[in-house]
């Protein structure tokens, strides 16, 4: 079996973001096969037009080269005001340059909401699936993953309600088998 190496995104900059507990928990279910790191996009700068047209950042560089390598991006996003962070959009932009080319072109995303209210992000979701698909990634058809009244399934940053593992377990494997189907012996 090949391996796959992921690349994780919180959509929070929070020491203990229940977004950053979510992808950590997902890591722990991720088969043997499968390679993990997360991108910090804290460390991004603003995105200006200005900077891309000079010598671009560092760490746009190296962000865009690490989302490159990975085979998927896995996403844990928090709703603010009804959409995403400004953060998380902010690495989006970064990450769709150049348009039609970019490190995110053709790659497989799969991402979860949360927020301590009983929608868990679904208003979030619209606003991040209609970014993705406008950077041309690629959004397998899957159930909406979300984790409502998040505070109450997060302890120690990680994900302890099984329910809510084991669903998210479940959309994760089944992302994963569209990546790379395990072959069956009969």
């Avoid at 992921?6 to 992808?23: V, Y």
């Avoid at 190296?62 to 390598?69: D, E, F, K, L, P």
Wanted: charged share 20%.
């Amino acid at each position: 079996m090949s391996s796959l190496h992921l690349i994780g995104l919180s959509g929070s900059l929070r020491k203990d973001s229940h977004s950053s507990a979510i992808l950590s928990s997902l890591a722990e279910l991720l088969p043997a096969h499968a390679t993990w790191s997360t991108l910090d996009i804290g460390e991004l700068p603003h995105y200006s037009a200005d900077l891309e047209s000079e010598a671009l950042p560092l760490p746009v560089i190296n962000a865009r080269a690490r989302v490159q390598r990975a085979d998927a991006v896995i996403m844990a996003v928090p709703e603010y005001n009804h959409g995403i962070p400004g953060v998380l959009k902010n690495t989006l932009d970064w990450l769709s340059r150049p348009v039609r080319a970019s490190c995110m072109m053709g790659k497989p995303v799969l991402f979860v909401t949360q927020s301590n209210g009983s929608l868990g992000g679904v208003r979030a979701q619209f606003q991040l699936r209609e970014t993705l698909a406008s950077m041309l990634c690629v959004l397998p058809p899957m159930q909406e993953m979300v984790v409502t009244h998040a505070s109450e399934k997060i302890r120690d940053g990680r994900m302890v309600d099984e329910a809510a593992l084991r669903f998210i377990g479940a959309q994760l494997h089944a992302f994963l088998e569209r990546l790379a189907p395990v072959e069956y012996v009969a």
